[in-house]
């Protein structure tokens, strides 16, 4: 390659012996690499299957530098739909909280720690998600059935509030089905009593 780099013009190139071989073996060997380095993203992927919804590049991206902040930053909106950022703890080695891309913060039940092995504590950082927004949702629902002035909206993320509305609308209708009370006042005017309630939240300035 030192001859070619001294003079890279082409006749001069056809008359060097071997060069043909050279170049065959160059090309085997990059092929290899190649094929090795797609084995080795097949393998992270298997073990975070998310890592499929980026390319190569965005990958290698995240491999080699799995402990860099703003580089897991960049690249958690396109491996989790519903999280814009994350927040980290104290000298940025775990994550304690998520963000939604209105800014709505989550904190997470348990922090996940950062560490080189990214797919893994990406699969922790999933898991972690899923068992806080589970564990928010049996708190909400509870808060329905046993609060009188009905669920505090600011205490929980719009995503619980709204499922566990749905929840307790539905459980209210299969009481009311099952006691042949279905189409009661009491339960027309207690939604349309929650509907207002939630009108008026809306209105105020200090909510958010």
């Known amino acids: 390659m030192t001859d070619v780099v001294r003079d890279s013009r082409v006749l001069s190139l056809v008359s060097r012996p071997g060069l043909r071989q050279t170049l065959n073996t160059l090309l085997d060997q990059l092929g290899r690499c190649q094929k090795a380095l797609n084995e080795f993203l097949e393998e992270?992927?298997?073990?975070?299957?998310?890592?499929?919804?980026?390319?190569?590049?965005?990958?290698?991206?995240?491999?080699?530098?799995?402990?860099?902040?703003?580089?897991?930053?960049?690249?958690?909106?396109?491996?989790?739909?519903?999280?814009?950022?994350?927040?980290?703890?104290?000298?940025?080695?775990?994550?304690?909280?998520?963000?939604?891309?209105?800014?709505?913060?989550?904190?997470?039940?348990?922090?996940?720690?950062?560490?080189?092995?990214?797919?893994?504590?990406?699969?922790?950082?999933?898991?972690?998600?899923?068992?806080?927004?589970?564990?928010?949702?049996?708190?909400?629902?509870?808060?329905?059935?046993?609060?009188?002035?009905?669920?505090?909206?600011?205490?929980?993320?719009?995503?619980?509030?709204?499922?566990?509305e749905q929840v307790l609308f539905t459980e209210r209708c299969e009481q009311a089905i099952e006691s042949n009370t279905l189409m009661c006042y009491c339960l027309c005017s207690q939604l349309l009593r929650e509907f207002q309630r939630y009108k008026e939240l809306v209105r105020r300035p200090s909510f958010s």
Request: with cysteine; glycine share 8%.
């Open 44 to 164: 992270k992927r298997a073990i975070f299957p998310r890592f499929y919804f980026i390319g190569d590049d965005d990958l290698l991206e995240i491999l080699g530098q799995s402990t860099n902040p703003r580089v897991i930053q960049a690249h958690l909106k396109k491996l989790f739909a519903g999280i814009h950022s994350v927040q980290f703890g104290q000298e940025e080695k775990e994550i304690v909280a998520m963000r939604s891309l209105d800014g709505e913060l989550v904190p997470l039940k348990n922090h996940v720690p950062i560490s080189t092995d990214v797919e893994v504590w990406l699969g922790k950082l999933s898991d972690e998600m899923k068992n806080t927004l589970q564990h928010l949702l049996t708190e909400c629902v509870q808060d329905g059935k046993s609060a009188s002035g009905g669920i505090n909206p600011s205490a929980y993320p719009s995503q619980i509030l709204c499922l566990a």
